[in-house]
């Protein structure tokens, strides 16, 4: 009988181990082979796109330029002749890119140049595979609908600080014969419209900063997922010329009616690339505060909440006992009354009911009295008065200002700022810096379709927690 117990020396152990550690594959790259097709992901425009007839046979993959890029947002390497470098190394990250060879950094730049509107297809794609997942996650959350604007800093030299600083020490030069010169404002003025190595490469202020950038609006859901990300290139202001707006001398302004013109097209395209999609609430900053953005949030695109905060620059005709806010007034000492509900039905008009702020619950029951020293009313109940939201949308948009529920719902707000830093930052959105429109947009498409792969993994593995971290993925 033959003996089992086979004794291993020293060396075959270490043979053994350097097998394994070779051949073994990372859980991350398991993950993406496992759940993920990209046959699935990738329209077949893209393929015939990609594959056409150009006299000679295409020496890479499609999937495989799709994977390399996947992997360098993934991974977070922010040029792409590091990261070839890094696959010329490693053999595994090569192997799953299917590359027989590292091919060079140019191929990766004309993919992304010459098929950026193929790869905002897939990138639509997957939004559309990963809603029904977002749904599940939280339905609640996922009904959320959140947009702002961001700026893609371009790799041009008038982004270098040295570049502000001489224009505004040439000024000061004349200032010194003239004490009230604003040097600054000056220098601003100063400053070219475009920048000089593209001329569509335009100045903006963005973050408190003067900048020249690719701007662009992000859309996310309550989730942080992201939605949509809307490339305002020369397509894009062809397509809506009301976007373009003219420079004026406050740079805050200039930043104002862009963001707020930006708001109809960028919803339009959105609703008319997903028509299934549909959201009840919508959450914007103070920029979106017009009263023509209400009635079209809900007449045109159906939503049924607008947390917006009111612009201090735009004047409200509240009446003289409703504050700024909307919410009524005690008429003797001005208090503001209590929110105490929302009611209406099919055949009548949603109203908010507010009663006095010393009207008190009876203990155990559900009745009310009015504590009040000094009454302004002979009912027992105290004074009571109903606000129509659909008589003042900007007022009453659907949840009324200034209460609790107000606080918590707009507090989410915050997620999309954190989702455009995720985008830009570990996923390398921006910080592949390019002077060129078409590959700055690849590269903030590639990092949303990044982070729409690590929803789909994270769903997969039943990890709902790593749905918005890829780098948490990695390290599971």
């Known amino acids: 009988m033959q003996n089992k117990n086979v004794q291993m020396s020293l060396f075959d152990t270490y043979k053994d181990v350097c097998s394994k550690m070779e051949n073994a594959k990372s859980e991350f790259i398991q993950m993406l082979e496992a759940y993920i097709n990209l046959k699935d992901i990738i329209p077949l425009k893209f393929y015939w796109a990609f594959y056409r007839n150009l006299g000679r046979k295409r020496e890479y993959t499609l999937e495989s330029f799709i994977k390399f890029c996947i992997l360098q947002d993934a991974i977070g390497i922010s040029q792409d002749k590091t990261m070839l470098t890094v696959l010329k190394l490693s053999d595994e990250l090569r192997d799953y ?13 004309r993919l992304k140049q010459h098929f950026v509107h193929y790869i905002e297809m897939m990138f639509d794609s997957l939004v559309e595979i990963t809603e029904p997942i977002c749904r599940e996650l939280d339905a609640k959350k996922s009904d959320y609908l959140m947009y702002d604007t961001t700026g893609i800093l371009a790799n041009v030299a008038e982004n270098n600080p040295k570049f502000l600083n001489t224009k505004i020490n040439n000024v000061k030069k004349y200032a010194k014969k003239n004490p009230n010169l604003n040097a600054h404002a000056m220098a601003y003025a100063a400053m070219p419209e475009t920048a000089a190595a593209n001329p569509f490469v335009k100045q903006q202020y963005i973050n408190g900063h003067f900048c020249y950038a690719h701007k662009a609006g992000i859309l996310t859901n309550g989730l942080g997922i992201i939605r949509d990300i809307a490339f305002f290139d020369d397509r894009f202001k062809n397509r809506h010329p009301e976007l373009v707006s003219k420079k004026t001398d406050n740079p805050e302004l200039d930043k104002e009616i862009a963001d707020s013109v930006s708001l109809k097209p960028v919803l339009s395209d959105f609703f008319e690339a997903h028509p299934t999609f549909s959201y009840k609430t919508f959450l914007g900053d103070s920029s979106f505060d017009k009263y023509d953005h209400y009635t079209m949030l809900k007449r045109e695109f159906h939503f049924e909440r607008m947390a917006i905060p009111l612009n201090s620059r735009n004047p409200s005709d509240s009446h003289k006992n409703f504050d700024e806010k909307g919410t009524p007034l005690c008429p003797l000492d001005k208090t503001p009354f209590t929110y105490i509900g929302k009611s ?117 593995i039943h990890e709902p927690k790593l749905c918005k971290s890829v780098r948490k993925l990695i390290a599971v």
């Open 97 to 109: 890119c299917e590359f027989d060879k590292v091919p060079d950094a140019s191929k990766i730049t």
């Open 344 to 460: 209406g039905g099919e055949n009548r008009s949603t109203r908010f009911k507010w009663v006095c702020h010393k009207s008190e619950i009876v203990p155990k029951s559900s009745k009310r009295i009015c504590t009040c020293e000094t009454p302004c009313t002979d009912s027992s109940y105290g004074r009571c008065v109903y606000t129509y939201p659909d008589k003042d949308l900007r007022l009453y948009p659907g949840i009324p200002r200034g209460t609790e529920h107000w606080a918590n719902l707009y507090k989410h707000r915050t997620l999309i700022e954190r989702t455009i830093n995720i985008l830009k930052d570990p996923l390398c959105g921006e910080n592949l810096k390019s002077y060129s429109a078409p590959t700055a947009k690849a590269n903030l498409l590639f990092a949303g379709i990044t982070q729409l792969i690590g929803v789909v993994l994270a769903h997969a």
